[in-house]
């Protein structure tokens, strides 16, 4: 557990790839207003500069930092990690269990960079990657997100701001509170398709794992646009390339080409010179990669090392 | 003079390129509620068809059908005719005069096509086009007007939406009406430069010719980006082209490059592979051009026919 509150403690600011100067100032003032010292180890060159750096740190903020059996061995004073993002393939959770350190991460800081991302590519492909013919807007049209987390309230937030019309179903979350945050519930998967844009944002389970298939994107009226943020193994890709080849209105705007280069060539084939139009593929998955998601990743991290000292608060708490 | 109300009338909808059926339902809605024909002559082949049709016509909606001498003598009848859309240089306006006919266009109906479209470009812009690399938000940002009409105060609605803090300068508008509508007024075109954004809603005249110079430009802060849905003659080129050669930090998102070749290859050259990112420019000028522009300029020119009519409305007429 935390231990007791009120104590000095020492946090460790680990960051291969430094914060910013602003992001950094703020996660200090985060650390100093509970009594904290925050040790900074920032772009650094070696392992062995963290390892000492570890030595008397109570608690950790990384990035994509590597944590590990070594730097947990080096570690004696440590309580908890913080991967300062939601992203955490860099920290072995098992080792900090067998050494009872706790590890979390900072999951819903990055949602209105993936938001506005999303305005991006849906305004990008209405304006045909601005090849100077006619266009449509936004206004008055309908957007329906499958998932209603963090992600989709900010994109439905931003949806607001354009006139547009949202509509929401998210099994774990009732239709009057999807009323409340103003949008229309729907009451099932395939009641999403029966507007214009559809935006993913669930998990990839094995329930959702290519459950986008084409019974439902052949629902979808003129102009049918799926957005896909989450991941791309929640499209069915066999289907999208048929939709792609057979519906020539048909758009797909994904964060991240499927991985399978094959079905990717496929769907780029499917729409031909209609490339960052009709398809869009970001390079690398970047929906969450801003400077301010990284600031509120860092300032959230220092929050939650104070918290749990403070209040044993373990929300974000990660499993082996 | 328009004549007397209550009297039905024809108008005419002369369209070589036909509205979509739901537009022309719109325009018929309006046109039949003041109890008047709406006459179509849709994707018309021949000038012949045109002076056939016009020989009863009251009124006319035309887009970029061709209005001259030949057209005012066949139409003997005619006391109207509206262009639906902002440019009118299909119009013979003096012929109009000669004849008696008023000549009106349908300003402002497109504010919010070239809106969504600066949107469209400043994300593409803040996210490197997409291509994997982490970029920025726009909330909290802050955006600067140059010139507060309609298509200003489109942006401005929709940068509340993101959240970014807007800013505006119109020699026409006092400040407490800027104000009003929401943005904070700045007493000078150099005062607006202090902004990372700086949208450009001006007409070109003598004045405002390559009047974006150097000395405004260099004022900008860091990621300074000039916004120009505009006229491109309006920024100095040169001092453009040397600026985006000095600062690798500024940006330039044009609707439709410079006509000048030159002038616009060097500014391609100055940014290099960052085009697409610091530098996007239309193909063609298409900030006005959508689906829902086009319609609401149909139905704007019919509702100004019926005022013209009814209540000898002159609003949007042109002088030759």
Chains 1, 2 share one sequence.
Do not use: W
Not at 20 to 28: L, N, P, Q, T, Y
Not at 237 to 249: F, P
């Amino acid at each position: 557990m935390a231990g007791e509150a009120g104590k000095a403690r020492t946090v460790l600011l680990a960051t291969e790839k430094a914060f910013a100067a602003a992001a950094v100032a703020k996660i200090e003032a985060v650390t100093s207003a509970a009594g904290y010292t925050l040790k900074r180890l920032e772009n650094y060159k070696s392992k062995a500069e963290l390892l000492a750096a570890v030595a008397d740190a109570d608690a950790m903020i990384i990035r994509s930092d590597k944590v590990d059996q070594a730097v947990l061995d080096a570690a004696s004073k440590l309580k908890i990690v913080v991967r300062a993002g939601a992203g955490y393939d860099n920290v072995d959770l098992k080792a900090c269990e067998g050494k009872g350190v706790v590890a979390m991460n900072t999951p819903g800081q990055n949602a209105n960079a993936v938001a506005e991302m999303v305005f991006g590519m849906m305004i990008t492909s209405a304006r045909n990657n601005y090849d100077g013919t006619s266009g449509f807007e936004l206004v008055n049209r309908s957007i329906a997100f499958y998932g209603f987390g963090a992600v989709a309230r900010a994109v439905h937030k931003l949806a607001h701001g354009f006139g547009m019309k949202s509509f929401a179903y998210d099994p774990y979350i009732p239709a009057d509170k999807i009323k409340e945050m103003g949008a229309t519930p729907v009451d099932s998967v395939a009641g999403l398709f029966e507007h214009q844009y559809v935006s993913l944002h669930v998990p990839l389970t094995d329930e959702t794992k290519s459950s986008i298939n084409k019974a439902l994107l052949q629902k979808m009226p003129k102009g049918g646009t799926l957005i896909n943020t989450a991941r791309c193994e929640v499209v069915h890709d066999a289907d999208m390339i048929e939709v792609l080849k057979t519906r020539s209105d048909f758009c797909y705007l994904c964060d991240v080409a499927p991985d399978d280069k094959e079905a990717k060539d496929a769907m780029k084939a499917a729409v031909g010179d209609k490339y960052g139009k009709r398809l869009i593929f970001t390079a690398k998955k970047m929906g969450a990669q801003t400077l301010e998601a990284n600031d509120n990743c860092g300032v959230a991290a220092a929050s939650q090392i104070v918290g749990f000292f403070e209040k044993g608060e373990t929300r974000f708490s990660l499993k082996a």
